[in-house]
């Protein structure tokens, strides 16, 4: 019953900000992963940022690595990505994805549950 909701995307101008939010549901384990991957038209889906709990890690793409930053609150369950310095190539469906146990990995097959995308658009 995992659900994942996601809101915020919307367009931006190059060098200005957004952020992104992802409501979790039904996340009962007490480790676990929840990641931002993106696709762009014609592109593979890549991953963007992943937080997990327990243990407490953060993990960024060298693409958006000082630009991007993922947080969380963890009475809610809700994951955000706080876009600074948008690039029009940050342009993307941007996906939530959660899995369970905090292994690390950017491998989008290794998400269980996924929320409907919601679009970026970065002007220049």
């Known amino acids: 019953q995992v659900q994942l909701v996601e809101s915020g995307g919307g367009l931006v101008q190059a060098g200005g900000s957004l952020r992104l939010s992802c409501a979790a549901s039904?996340?009962?384990?007490?480790?676990?992963?929840m990641a931002w991957f993106r696709q762009a038209p014609g592109k593979e889906r890549e991953f963007v940022a992943a937080?997990?709990?327990?243990?407490?890690?953060?993990y960024y793409a060298d693409s958006v690595k000082g630009r991007f930053t993922i947080s969380r609150d963890n009475a809610k369950i809700t994951v955000y990505l706080q876009m600074n310095s948008a690039k029009p190539e940050d342009t993307a469906v941007y996906y939530c994805?959660?899995?369970?146990?905090?292994?690390?990995?950017?491998?989008?097959?290794?998400?269980?549950?996924w929320g409907q995308g919601t679009q970026v658009t970065v002007s220049s």
């Open positions: 937080t997990t709990w327990s243990p407490t890690r953060t």
């Open positions: 994805a959660a899995k369970m146990w905090a292994t690390t990995t950017r491998d989008a097959n290794e998400y269980d549950y």
């Open positions: 039904g996340l009962t384990f007490s480790s676990f992963a």
